[in-house]
């Protein structure tokens, strides 16, 4: 898929370039793929390296280069739509050359209404994507699961490194019974999720792997060898299901 690298905000706004096949440099340079002109961008800011689809970011300035408020420690896989911010005034998006990068469904506002109206009914997410709860589910044992393979996927670059830290945030302020904001958060998850395509959109999740979070839920039942297809659909039904928790007893409650 041909990608293009666009200047979102900053002097050099609009600005694009179509990336090509290898290391695709960044930064004031005469050499860049994409040359700016802030004064705070280095002459070689980060690199964007091409292997097929495959997309690749690493920061080269002592200035930093963030993705989500993340400053990049490593190579990080980038997939359309990804943003990353050089300095205070510049930001640079990668976005699909065909423009399916913009396609509704990575609309963000259109995911936060899809997501509420699975949530219209009382329980529906929750039946529909993963079953029951039942008193023998283990949620600590799931979390602590999704937590390991989480961080060593964003070790690898497969997953944003800020997705471990959304994930216990939220399950920290659920714990601690706000679910007001718990709920707030687990949805701001469940589209951070959608948006940065764990292998399955979460509202298919089910059709594709539907038992994949009982797995984690039970313990005595859990299969060593769980695929990541099995573990990325595990943590969007996580997410979900603990979303449709935290509203429920976050709605106020009817007095007559």
Known sequence: MDCDLRVIKGPDTGTLCRLQPGINLVGRSTKSALKLTGDDISWEHFTITRNGDLYTAENLSSLGTYMDDARLVGPVRLRPRAQLRLSQDTVVRL?????????????????????????????????MLGGRETPNDNWNSAYTRLVEWIDRKAAAG??????????????????????????????????????????????????????????LLNPPRISADMHDDE??????????????????????????
């Open 158 to 215: 497969d997953l944003p490194n800020t997705t471990s830290a959304r994930f216990v945030n939220a399950w920290r302020l659920e714990q601690v019974e706000n679910y007001v904001e718990s709920r707030q958060k687990w949805l701001d998850l469940s589209v951070f999720l959608q948006e940065n395509a764990l292998g399955y959109p979460l509202l298919n999740a089910r059709a594709n792997h539907p038992g994949a979070l009982d797995k």
């Open 231 to 256: 573990m990325a659909s595990a943590l969007m039904q996580f997410a979900t299901r603990r979303l449709t928790y935290s509203t429920k007893l976050s709605a106020p409650k009817r007095t007559y």
């Open 95 to 127: 976005e699909s050359a065909d423009g399916s990068s913009s396609g509704w469904l990575n609309d963000r506002r259109v995911l936060v209404l899809l997501l509420v109206l699975v949530l219209i009914g009382g329980g529906i997410a929750a039946v």
